[in-house]
C-alpha cells in the first residue's frame, strides 16, 4: 500500500536527474574545466538562474500550494544576500587592509585594522564607524546563521501579525509589498548601516581565494544546483503528505479545514516562514554571483516578477515554478541584454530592450487568461491527463483557490 | 441523561439586526435532534456560534464533562474539543481524492509539525476504507473527491465528520439536492451516528424530519419557539402561524 516516496513522486527523480546533467554539461563546456564553449559570464548567469529557479520553488510552496500570494518574497532573498555579503566584503576589505598596512614600520594593533576596514566600507556613505549590525560580520559561521535567521525572523515576525489578524486574499498581498517596500526604502538610507543605495559590491570575490572566476562560477554553479536540488527534494516531500493536503485544503478552502480542527495561522505561519528561509538561501548564493547587492533589488517589481514567474510556469506544480522562472529569466536575460535582433517595421523599430517588459506583461495575461496551467500543463498534454469539467467553477471559495483549467483529474 | 452541550441566553446582533435572541438550547450525549425553522430564523448563525465562528454579544456556551466555555476558543480548538460541522453546500476538498480527504479528516495529532511528519499507518488506512465502505464510497477512494456526484459528495462530507469522531455533529441540510434513494441512506447514515454522539441536523424538509423520528426544535425570529416531538410541535398553534401555515 505505502510506496516508497520516489516511486509516489517520479517527477522528483526525473528533476534530479535533469539538474545533475545540466550542471555536468556546464562544466564540461566551461572556460573553467571543460572545453571553454560557454563563457564564464555566462556560467554565471546559469547559476544564477538556479538560485532564482529556488525562489520559484519556494514561492510555490506558498502561493501555488497554500494560496497565500506573498508579493514579498524578494525581501527575503535580498536579505540572505546582505547577510553573506556582509562577511565577504568585510573579510575581504580585511585582507587587503591588513596587506596594506604591513607595509608600515610599526605594526597595525587590531582596532587600527578593524577602523581602517571602516573607513574603506563606509567612506562612500561619509562614515566609518561599524553599525551595529556588523557586529557578527568578522565571522563567516555567524553570518552564514544569519541568512536563515534574520529573513526567518523577519517572516515569522510579519506572518504572525498579519495571519492572526486573519488577513488574507489580496490584503494579503499588498501588506507583503508595503514589507519589501518599506525594507527597500529603509535600506537606501545611507544611516541604516548596508551602504544606502551603493549596497554591497565586490561579491564574486571570495576572500582569500587565488583561483580565476572561471572556476569559482563553477563552484558556485554546483552549490546552487545543489541548493535547488535539496530545495526540490524537501519542496517535494512537504507537499506530498498529509501536511500538502492541509496546505492544498487552506488553498481552495480555508473555513473548512479550520472546522477540521486545524489552526490553519499556525500552518501559514510555517509555510510562510519556511519558503522565506529556501528564499534567503536562494539570495546568499545569487549574489555573489551577481557581485554587487543593493536595495533596488528588494524592490516591489522584482517579487511581481517571481509571481509572474510561478504563473507562467503553472502554479501548484514544483516543476512548473522550476521551468516558469528559468524559461522567463533567461529570455529576459536575452531580449534586455541586446542579443535579440530589432524588428524594423518602416515606421518604427522595436528594440526588445525597450520592448520585452511589454511582451512579457501580454504573455502573463494570455497564459492566466488561455492556458492557466502554464508551460507546465504541457505536461498533462503529453500524459493525457485529463481535467475536470466543473462548468467553470473553481476548486473552493477562497481567492486562492485553484481554478477549474489549472486543476488536473 | 448528562447534558453534553448547553447554550444559555445568547444573543447577537448583525448592525442592528437581532439574529439570535436570548436562545437556550441543550442536547445530551448520544442524542438526536432536528432543527427547524423559517429562513431567517438563526439557524446558521446558531450553528457558527457553537463553532466558533461567530462572536455571541452575550450569553453562556457550555461545553462537556468539565463544562469549558466555548466562547474563548477558536474554531480550530472546538473542532479538537469534538464538535464536528457539515455546511449546507457540501464543502470537501475537490482537488484531492476520497482518501485524501478521509486520512486528513482521522482523529489525529492536528498540530503542524506532526502532520508534516505523519504518514499513514497500515490501521489508519484501514480505517479509511472502512469508513469509505459505510458511506458508499470504497470504489471511489483513488477519484478526486470534485468528480463525485452532489450525493456522493455530501456522504464524503458525512464520511469526513465521523472520521473526526466527533462528540457531537452539527449538519446543515444534510438532504438538500438528493434523490429519494440518496435521502434513505443519509437518513440511516445519522440515526446510526447518533448512537454513539450527539446529532444536530438542520432541516427544512418536513418529510425528512419525519424519518429521522427526534425531538425537534423549533426556532423563530432567534430563539426558541417550540420543541418537542415533530407530531407536539406541529399542532403547535405559534408554530403552524409562523412556519407551517405559510
Known amino acids: 500500500m505505502e510506496r516508497s516516496f520516489v516511486a509516489k513522486n517520479p517527477s522528483v527523480l526525473v528533476f534530479l536527474t535533469i539538474l545533475s546533467l545540466f550542471a555536468l554539461g556546464v562544466t564540461v563546456l566551461s572556460e573553467g574545466f571543460g572545453i571553454g564553449v560557454i563563457s564564464t559570464s555566462f556560467v554565471k548567469t546559469l547559476g544564477k538562474t538556479l538560485c532564482l529557479c529556488l525562489i520559484a520553488v519556494a514561492m510555490d510552496l506558498v502561493w501555488g500550494f497554500t494560496g497565500i500570494l506573498s508579493l514579498g518574497h524578494f525581501a527575503f532573498f535580498g536579505l540572505g544576500g546582505y547577510m553573506i555579503g556582509m562577511w565577504l566584503m568585510y573579510e575581504r576589505t580585511r585582507l587587503i587592509v591588513v596587506e596594506s598596512l604591513s607595509q608600515a614600520d610599526i605594526p597595525p594593533t587590531p582596532a587600527e585594522v578593524v577602523d581602517a576596514i571602516g573607513t ?223 524588428i524594423p517595421l518602416g515606421f518604427y523599430t522595436i528594440k526588445w530592450v525597450d520592448w520585452w517588459q511589454v511582451l512579457l506583461g501580454v504573455s502573463f495575461v494570455l497564459v492566466t487568461l488561455f492556458a492557466p496551467q502554464g508551460i507546465g500543463g504541457l505536461f498533462d498534454l503529453y500524459t493525457n491527463q485529463r481535467h475536470p469539467d466543473r462548468h467553470g467553477a473553481n476548486l473552493g471559495p477562497d481567492e486562492g483557490a485553484l481554478r477549474e483549467k489549472e486543476a488536473s483529474l | 441523561m448528562s447534558t453534553l452541550l448547553e447554550v444559555s441566553g445568547v444573543s447577537v446582533t448583525f448592525d442592528g439586526f437581532r439574529a439570535i435572541n436570548n436562545l437556550s438550547f441543550q442536547i445530551g450525549e448520544a442524542e438526536l435532534r432536528s432543527v427547524i425553522g423559517p429562513n431567517g430564523a438563526g439557524k446558521t448563525t446558531f450553528m457558527d456560534i457553537i463553532t466558533g465562528k461567530t462572536r455571541p454579544d452575550e450569553g453562556r456556551v457550555i461545553w462537556g464533562e468539565k463544562s469549558v466555555s466555548l466562547l474563548d476558543m477558536t474554531e480550530a480548538k472546538i473542532a479538537q474539543a469534538g464538535i464536528g460541522r457539515k455546511f449546507q453546500k457540501p464543502t470537501v476538498f475537490e482537488d484531492q481524492s476520497v482518501r485524501d480527504n478521509l486520512l486528513m479528516a482521522l482523529k489525529k495529532n492536528r498540530g503542524w509539525v506532526g502532520v508534516l511528519l505523519y504518514r499513514p499507518s497500515t490501521s489508519d488506512l484501514q480505517k479509511v476504507e472502512d469508513l469509505a465502505t459505510e458511506i458508499g464510497l470504497y470504489q471511489e477512494l483513488s477519484r478526486k473527491s470534485g468528480e463525485l456526484s452532489h450525493g456522493q ?94
Open chain 1, 120 to 342: 574603506q566600507i563606509f567612506g562612500v556613505v561619509g562614515s566609518s564607524e561599524f553599525p551595529l549590525i556588523w557586529a557578527f560580520s568578522h565571522s563567516l559561521t555567524l553570518q552564514l546563521i544569519l541568512v536563515v535567521v534574520v529573513p526567518g525572523l523577519l517572516a515569522l515576525i510579519f506572518g504572525w501579525l498579519a495571519f492572526r489578524s486573519r488577513v488574507t486574499g489580496v490584503y494579503l498581498s499588498i501588506l507583503t509589498q508595503a514589507m519589501t517596500l518599506a525594507l527597500a526604502l529603509y535600506l537606501f538610507q545611507n544611516d541604516s548601516g548596508l551602504r544606502g543605495n551603493n549596497g554591497l559590491s565586490g561579491l564574486q570575490n571570495l576572500p582569500g581565494v587565488t583561483v580565476s572566476q572561471d572556476v569559482v562560477s563553477l563552484w558556485f554553479l554546483w552549490a546552487s544546483a545543489l541548493a535547488l536540488g535539496l530545495g526540490y527534494m524537501l519542496a517535494a516531500w512537504i507537499v506530498s503528505g498529509k501536511f500538502g493536503s492541509v496546505l492544498r485544503g487552506i488553498r481552495d478552502n480555508e473555513a473548512r479545514v479550520r472546522f477540521l480542527g486545524y489552526s490553519v495561522e499556525a500552518y501559514k505561519l510555517a509555510v510562510f516562514t519556511l519558503t522565506a528561509c529556501i528564499a534567503a538561501i536562494a539570495g546568499a548564493l545569487y549574489y555573489p554571483q551577481a557581485g554587487i547587492i543593493n536595495p533596488e533589488e528588494m524592490a516591489p517589481i522584482a517579487s511581481i516578477y517571481l509571481a509572474v514567474w510561478v504563473a507562467i510556469g503553472g502554479r501548484g506544480r514544483l516543476y512548473g515554478a522550476v521551468i516558469g522562472a528559468a524559461f522567463v529569466s533567461l529570455l529576459s536575460t536575452w531580449f534586455t541584454g541586446g542579443q535579440a535582433p530589432d
Open chain 2, 153 to 246: 459528495k455530501q456522504w464524503l462530507e458525512i464520511g469526513m465528520l465521523l472520521a473526526q469522531d466527533p462528540r457531537l455533529l452539527l449538519v446543515d441540510e444534510p438532504a438538500a439536492g438528493m434523490t429519494p434513494q440518496e435521502r434513505e441512506h443519509t437518513t440511516d447514515l445519522l440515526v446510526q451516528a447518533a448512537k454513539t454522539r450527539a446529532v444536530v441536523v438542520v432541516e427544512h424538509d418536513m418529510e425528512f424530519v419525519r424519518r429521522l423520528n427526534c425531538k425537534v426544535t423549533v426556532l423563530h425570529e432567534g430563539s426558541v419557539l417550540a420543541e418537542g416531538s415533530l407530531d407536539h410541535v406541529t399542532s403547535n398553534q405559534d408554530v403552524i402561524d409562523v412556519y407551517l401555515g405559510r
